[in-house]
């Protein structure tokens, strides 16, 4: 594997271990800041982040930016407005498991939608390691008991999570229509913008209602930790991995995300590592090792073998 391939693929894991946190963090303050104020709040400092380093390559490429102003528009509405704001309000009234395993069903979508945008394709043995990695993320997340699953309580967060996927994909897929000029964090900058266009109508109104969320420490460093590491370096991370393995490859790294919930709760909290977790991580690597290591013709835009 070329050095190229090996860096996209270490930049996706740091995006896992990123939004394994996020989601950790939304369903923590859940009760003390609403879905739509966390999403405004995130993406509103995310953005200020960004400016002072940014604001002279946006300028510097307005051109371009006007010229692919509807692909923008749509990656900001798809995977920053959409996504996240349906995943906080999943997190409101549904279980992490629930939520983790909806969430595993997110690289088949974007397998889906690549074929149906693109007519892009997967080699058997991806298709292999794809399955694998979805049965070691349900494994992870029902503790490798069955009785889990059939005790699952389906409600209305469910549903918000099976909404939010989708867009998660259509992000992905969308991303390898960028232009090929356009500058990363100048991508960045203007998805986020474009994003927070959409979600001020609903924060404005939100706040004529009257302010439903608490201004403390917790909340305060909760929107710091999702603006800066959820958002801004998560997001380059993801970027720049899409835009050299493909959205097919990367979708499968989603996978990680309760894997690292699991080794933050060992390491953070000090739990104990148990066979199910052992079991369903190794099956994830295993399903990303047989997805990443072979023909990466079929899902990457690369035309030289990285391996």
């Excluded at 999702?226 to 989603?254: D, E, H, Q, T």
Aim: charged fraction near 10%; charge should be positive; include cysteine.
């Amino acid at each position: 594997m070329n050095r190229r391939y090996l860096i996209a693929y270490l930049l996706l894991c740091v995006s896992a271990l990123a939004w394994a946190g996020n989601f950790v963090v939304g369903r923590y303050i859940h009760d003390q800041v609403t879905p739509i104020t966390l999403s405004y709040g995130r993406w509103a400092l995310a953005l200020l982040i960004l400016l002072p380093f940014t604001l002279r390559g946006v300028l510097r490429q307005l051109r371009l930016i006007r010229a692919h102003l509807k692909l923008f528009v749509l990656l900001g509405l798809s995977g920053m407005t959409l996504f996240h704001s349906f995943v906080y309000a999943a997190l409101e009234s549904t279980a992490a498991i629930n939520a983790a395993l909806i969430l595993s069903l997110t690289p088949v979508v974007i397998v889906l939608l690549s074929l149906i945008l693109d007519r892009e394709r997967i080699a058997p043995v991806q298709a292999a390691g794809i399955g694998l990695s979805v049965i070691g993320a349900g494994v992870l997340v029902t503790r490798g008991d069955l009785s889990v699953i059939q005790a699952l309580d389906f409600n209305r967060g469910d549903l918000w999570m099976l909404i939010a996927i989708p867009n998660w994909a259509l992000y992905s897929v969308l991303l390898r229509r960028r232009p090929a000029t356009v500058e990363p964090m100048v991508l960045l900058t203007v998805t986020i913008a474009t994003g927070l266009a959409f979600l001020t109508p609903a924060f404005i109104f939100e706040l004529a209602r009257g302010p439903d969320f608490q201004l403390n420490e917790e909340t305060m460093a909760s929107m710091v930790y999702v603006a800066l590491f959820a958002s801004v370096i998560a997001y380059i991370c993801w970027n720049r991995g899409v835009s050299v393995v493909g959205a097919n490859r990367a979708g499968l790294f989603m996978h990680l995300v309760p894997a690292f919930s699991a080794l933050l709760a060992i390491a953070v909290l000090g739990e104990s590592l148990h066979a199910h977790q052992g079991l369903g991580i190794g099956l994830i690597i295993a399903g990303i090792y047989l997805t990443t290591s072979r023909n990466p013709l079929r899902l990457g835009q690369s035309k030289t073998r990285p391996d």
